[in-house]
């Protein structure tokens, strides 16, 4: 009993001696205690790092879900990265940046300092804040470099190691003298200690492993590729920190290093076991690999492609870079080489990056983006080769079916398959139930395949079954617009590739390169396809005013017949506000599920004809056929009704009434041809305009010249003296000049110079500069005006009178710009002399520019001062001379939210929803709040946001409330929310007209559609 106390109190005297060892007054690194820390390395990893870990895991699987793949386009490596709403994973992302935060701060000493470091980049990455995610890992890169001596992480770790091996070797020569037998039982006993911990440690290790398998099974493969690390001579495993780009395998690597270790460094290890166990634990390797991957990544999204490049050839040619990272590098070489459209690069980068990969769902993108590649290059068999290696690494459905698909119509292209035999599998592919949601995709194939022989009308014609099918995949039906649009404007049949065209822009994404010229296209061919469309159409109702009478007739029998067609179809496709169940989309010819009608797998369909509609219409149509349309009445046979003998005459006269009627539905169908010499010459009238207005769009919208001088000349055979004579003309002269035919060219100078030689076009001709002299003295009056307007908005009513007497001199008395220049000094006067000079100012001005719109304005601003308005004495009420500005990128903005209904929506409702939505998708950021009134009067207030440093700022915010609005405002309020410079912000101030502004919004903040 004495003993065990002995024991007991000796095992509590030597646990307290080792804490108080760890107590260390200076917390200098190479100080602290075993059980510090041990406590700092835990602390760190599960109360910080751990929950980081998880946000970031688990948000790459929401952009995942958030990303479609195109596979008509080459796929993105990373689809994670491609995605429209970024902005909606901010709240996860700032959550674990504020924990990685403190892990930095409060457990610096920790070796999961490195790791923190680098899971903070990659969640700036995945915010899409590159800058800062760059930032964060050089800085990880030049503080934790193990083969710097200068780095913060080489002294911190080498310099505590030798410091530790000093006093090892120390003690080693104090206990020499020991005799042999303590000796053995000293190393005996550490032996067995070191088997019990490393059994300790296998077991712990083996439950991290196995927790980490089981939540990142993603990212399996890369900490598989991790079990044989480099030997490290004089690091210990305290200062060594791993992690990945995506939460998951540093467990996995540290269980297997001690072991490389023990077998390359014995004498390491040897060491590093009577050191202390606790280090051991916690062994893993540097993070400052991975940071160089990630770096490189930062900077390929930025368009630094060179420098990334060198990132990667660094890590490269390090010996010690771990397999795992060799393969991530090269998968992001291959990334960087894609960006620059070097295809041989990104083939040879990706290839290595799939033959190191353990992880199947890897293996399989990384296959079929090598597929695409190949056959971009050309390379038919490579790419039909990789294509097969995506099957054999099990894919999910999506995939696989691509992969079979590409197969096919690679094989057909490159004449493996013959043309019918290729037809067949893709319709047999069609007929299947488990492809309903693919046939889009299917009849684009089919498109292009007609495509590959030359077939375009088929090629249209499949492609329209394409977009006809009832698929909610928007991708697919983005292809599919796209190419009928190019397929039409190759052809120059601009009015179905203008609708093509906007029907694209409709479908697809926002970050599509393809997205800004669909945009230009679509608004170039707008106002051409207007004129195409007048053109026709009027055409087409003279020459049916040439027709007779019963051609007419027939004509609108026909046209009435379609439009109930049409108006019955959009009837029975309305009837039901039920929203379509999403397994009607699947639903085969033959298996069939309705609008709002649930298909129950598994369940018998019901033998009851009147369950059965095909029975239903069909005994209808019978019935119809036999008896007509009858009521829904009893004893309804003819012989059996009371009236029958009145029954044929009461049919008699409604078909009567049904033809009188007819006739007035004809007049209305044909109402807008042509009955007489007046109408005809309006018709033609329109045709005239529409065809000059045509031949000036398809210059200036698309660069046609050769079909804009075709409809203009073809104006002046048709209608010889029309009013556009002189500018066609000047227009084609300007048409044939670009086309370098001199001769027409040179044609159609001398008509005009003939015909017009006192008109503007002449002068251009004789004076090419005439004209260009002319806009230079415009936009010098114009820029001098804005010079003035500056100074006195910035309140320097002096400097601004001055130069406004500096304006007849230069300008002189009448300048186009002399009411506004006027009406400046007016309001120059009001800053300076006060209300009655202001006043006596005004009605001066309103005398000495009659008919004006600054008179008008001016006589505004006296009523104003007469009806005693509190805020008439504001004299920068200057709506008819403002003005907005683009002034470039660093300069300050701020974000209005302007409200309507403040009446029946809170102000402070809607500041608490604003706050709210910031603090979702802002947390790092403090904005400033404040709310003044645009309009007293109409009681229109509003918030302002501020400040943003510049205009990508301002934008960025601005786009992030477009993409999330249900969280920014409730839908009862009505508002508009924008950015605006502080300039533009007075001037807004001054208008009080929203709508004025919103033009400039549009063409200077334009939104990514």
Request: glycine share 4%; proline share 4%; hydrophobic share 30%.
């Amino acid at each position: 009993m004495v003993c065990s106390n002995r024991q007991r109190n000796y095992v509590l005297f030597s646990i307290l001696l080792f804490l108080l060892s760890a107590c260390v007054t200076q917390k200098r690194r190479g100080d602290i205690g075993g059980m510090a820390k041990l406590y700092q390395n835990t602390t760190a990893k599960y109360n910080g790092y751990f929950n980081a870990n998880e946000l970031v895991y688990l948000t790459t699987l929401k952009l995942e879900e958030q990303h479609q793949d195109n596979y008509n386009q080459l796929l993105p490596v990373y689809d994670y990265v491609e995605v429209e709403n970024p902005a909606a994973i901010a709240p996860d992302m700032d959550q674990a940046i504020e924990k990685l935060s403190v892990v930095i701060n409060l457990h610096r000493v920790s070796k999961w300092t490195d790791d923190s470091y680098l899971l903070l980049g990659e969640a700036q990455f995945l915010k899409h804040q590159y800058q800062d995610a760059r930032e964060t890992f050089e800085y990880l890169v030049d503080e934790f470099d193990p083969d710097n001596l200068n780095s913060r992480n080489r002294h911190l770790s080498q310099a505590d190691a030798k410091e530790r091996a000093a006093k090892i070797k120390e003690r080693k020569k104090k206990t020499s003298s020991r005799s042999s037998s303590s000796s053995s039982k000293a190393k005996k006993k550490a032996r067995e200690k070191a088997i019990k911990d490393n059994n300790s440690k296998k077991s712990t290790r083996a439950a991290e492993k196995a927790r980490q398998d089981e939540i990142k099974a993603r990212k399996k493969a890369i900490a598989d590729r991790k079990k044989n690390p480099p030997s490290k001579e004089t690091e210990t495993p305290t200062e060594q920190v791993v992690t990945n780009p995506t939460p998951t395998s540093a467990p996995v690597a540290k269980a297997t290093e001690p072991t490389t270790q023990k077998t390359s460094k014995p004498k390491e290890d040897k060491k590093q076991e009577e050191e202390t166990d606790n280090d051991n634990l916690f062994s893993h390797t540097p993070a400052y690999y991975e940071g160089m991957v990630w770096l490189a990544r930062s900077q390929t999204v930025q368009g630094n492609y060179f420098g990334s490049q060198s990132v990667l050839n660094d890590l490269k040619f390090r010996p010690k870079t771990p397999t795992g990272v060799q393969q991530m590098a090269a998968v992001a070489e291959g990334d960087n080489a894609i960006h620059q459209e070097n295809y041989p690069l990104a083939i040879l980068s990706l290839q290595k990056g799939y033959d190191l990969s353990e992880d199947k769902k890897e293996r399989a993108r990384l296959a079929f983006i090598l597929g695409q590649l190949h056959e971009m290059t050309g390379n038919a068999p490579q790419a039909l080769e990789h294509y097969e290696q995506v099957l054999s690494n099990r894919p999910g459905y999506d995939m696989e079916f691509n992969a079979k698909l590409k197969q096919v119509v690679l094989k057909n292209k490159s004449g493996g398959l013959a043309d019918r035999k290729a037809l067949n599998e893709i319709d047999d592919m069609i007929k299947e139930a488990k492809n309903a949601e693919y046939r889009d995709q299917l009849y684009y194939a089919l498109a292009e395949i007609d495509l590959a022989k030359g077939d375009r009308m088929g090629a249209i014609e499949h492609l329209k079954q394409s977009v006809r099918q009832p698929s909610q995949k928007k991708l697919q039906k983005a292809e599919s617009y796209y190419l009928l649009a190019q397929l039409h404007y190759e052809t120059d049949d601009f009015a179905p590739a203008f609708h093509y065209y906007d029907s694209t822009q409709q479908f697809m994404l926002k970050t599509d390169e393809r997205l800004p010229n669909v945009e230009k296209l679509a608004t170039g061919l707008r106002p051409i396809a207007t004129q195409i469309d007048i053109i026709t159409l009027t055409d087409s109702l003279i020459m049916v005013s040439q027709w007779p009478d019963e051609k007419k007739r027939e004509l609108a029998a026909k046209i009435k017949k379609q439009r109930e067609a049409e108006l019955a179809a959009r009837e029975n496709t309305g009837q039901s506000t039920v929203r379509p169940d999403p397994l009607a989309a699947r639903a085969t010819p033959g298996n069939i599920v309705r609008p709002g009608q649930t298909d129950i797998g598994g369940s018998a369909n019901s033998t009851f004809f009147a369950y059965d509609d095909k029975e239903l219409k069909r005994g209808l149509k019978e019935f119809t056929e036999q008896w007509g349309n009858r009521a829904n009445e009893d004893n309804w046979r003819r012989s059996l009704r009371p009236d029958a003998n009145t029954a044929e005459q009461t049919v008699v006269q409604q078909e009567a009434n049904s033809d009188k009627l007819e006739d007035e539905e004809l007049y209305q169908i044909l109402k807008d041809v042509p009955r007489n010499a007046q109408d005809l010459g309006r018709a033609k009238s329109r045709i005239e305009e529409a065809r000059f207005r045509l031949g000036v769009l398809l210059r200036d919208n698309i660069d046609r010249y050769q079909l804009a001088a075709d409809q203009h000349e073809l104006l002046l055979q048709d209608y010889p003296e029309t009013g556009h004579k002189e500018e066609t003309y000047y227009y084609l002269y300007l048409d044939y000049k670009d086309l370098n035919d001199l001769a027409k060219a040179n044609q159609y100078s001398e008509a005009i110079l003939g015909e017009f030689p006192q008109g503007k076009f002449a002068v251009a001709l004789r004076d090419p500069d005439f004209y260009s002299r002319q806009e230079s003295a415009e936009d010098k009056l114009m820029a001098y005006y804005q010079q003035v307007f500056n100074v006195y908005t910035e309140g320097d009513y002096a400097q601004a009178t001055q130069l406004l007497e500096g304006v007849e001199t230069q300008f002189g008395k009448n300048n186009a710009l002399k009411a506004k220049f006027a009406l400046l000094g007016v309001f120059c006067i009001g800053g300076t002399q006060g209300k009655e000079a202001y006043t006596e100012a005004l009605k001066q001005f309103i005398a000495n520019y009659p008919n004006t719109t600054e008179q008008t304005h001016a006589r505004e601003l006296l009523r104003l001062l007469y009806g005693g308005d509190p805020n008439a004495s504001r004299v920068n009420n200057t709506s008819s001379i403002v003005t907005y500005e683009d002034e470039g990128e660093d300069v300050l903005h701020y974000f209005l939210i302007i409200l309507y209904n403040s009446k029946e929506a809170s102000l402070n409702d809607a500041k608490s929803s604003v706050y709210n939505f910031n603090s979702k998708y802002f947390a790092n950021r403090k904005f400033q709040y404040s709310s003044i009134g645009l309009d007293v009067q109409k009681d229109i207030p509003v918030i302002i946001v501020r400040d943003f440093k510049t205009k990508k700022e301002a934008m960025a915010y601005y786009e992030t409330v477009e993409k999330n609005k249900k969280d920014f405002l409730p839908d009862r309020f009505r508002y508009d929310a924008f950015p605006i410079s502080l300039h533009n912000w007075r001037q807004l101030q001054q208008t009080k007209r929203v709508e004025d502004y919103r033009g400039f919004l549009d063409q200077h903040y334009p939104l990514r559609k």
